[in-house]
């Protein structure tokens, strides 16, 4: 970035700005990235809406031909895009509505009612524009943001933890989840959010998407070590990850 003090705008698709709540809730952290930084859109904090700006930081996933049009539009104004949450990331829990045909979860959803003529399959912002740097969580973990904050300031690469949430767990001496008869995603789940769920006896869901390289044979081993059934972590895995299922199908079309 150059030297003199960027812009940073946030804008919002379809998800429920818990990862911008997140971000207004940093407090001294927030108050110290505003003296590195001018906000000019955060319609959680502020009424203005700086419509320039040289990072733009984007929540939420596309789920409509409108929602691309728009964030083609405003990206084109940036010079760094941060994708914020699982949703922007990886698609979120959006994605379960691509289990379905678009006819059935509008007939789900409206009935014979169809005020959404647009829709499309539910999809991560980098499946319409490039992506420089991902928060992934839902919502975000607030120290990972303002690590990726720093880097974009510096002009640095963040480099995504590719090691699974079960690492964090054993730093912070957390007694395994599937000792207590529950079931934990930490195995296959990336890193990064320190073990948040965990921390506090809460199974981890996904929500930080696939570490790059999961080791599915060694998940299998724990649940027959622990009596639990394929299908139970699938259900709980479908929840966050049924979007990385599609990406060769986004990547596909992205670079088409």
């Avoid at 379809?14 to 207004?24: F, I, P």
């Avoid at 999809?123 to 928060?135: L, R, S």
């Avoid at 995603?185 to 996904?206: D, E, F, H, M």
């Amino acid at each position: 970035m150059s030297k003199a003090k960027p812009k940073v705008a946030f804008f919002e698709f379809t998800d429920c700005e818990g990862c911008q709540l997140q971000v207004a809730n940093l407090g001294a952290d927030l108050l110290e990235l505003t003296k590195a930084v001018d906000i000019v859109n955060f319609r959680e904090i502020m009424s203005e809406e700086g419509q320039e700006y040289d990072v733009l930081v984007v929540e939420g996933s596309i789920a409509s031909k409108h929602d691309e049009e728009r964030l083609k539009a405003i990206a084109a104004k940036a010079k760094v895009i941060v994708a914020l949450g699982a949703c922007a990331a990886t698609g979120g829990v959006n994605n379960l509505k691509n289990l379905k045909s678009l006819e059935e979860q509008k007939k789900i959803v409206y009935g014979d009612v169809d005020p959404v003529k647009d829709a499309v399959a539910a999809k991560p912002i980098d499946a319409v524009v490039k992506v420089d740097y991902y928060v992934h969580g839902c919502p975000i973990h607030g120290p990972e943001f303002v690590k990726v904050m720093q880097c974009v300031l510096m002009g640095k690469p963040y480099k995504v933890p590719t090691y699974p949430v079960c690492v964090e767990c054993r730093q912070n001496e957390n007694v395994c989840l599937y000792d207590k008869g529950q079931f934990c995603l930490g195995p296959i789940t990336r890193a990064g959010c320190n073990s948040w769920l965990p921390n506090n006896g809460v199974p981890c869901v996904g929500c930080r998407g696939l570490i790059d390289n999961p080791a599915a044979n060694a998940q299998k081993d724990i649940l027959e070590k622990y009596g639990l059934t394929v299908e139970g972590i699938l259900d709980k895995f479908t929840l966050y990850c049924n979007a990385q299922k599609e990406r060769a199908k986004y990547d596909k079309e992205f670079k088409s």
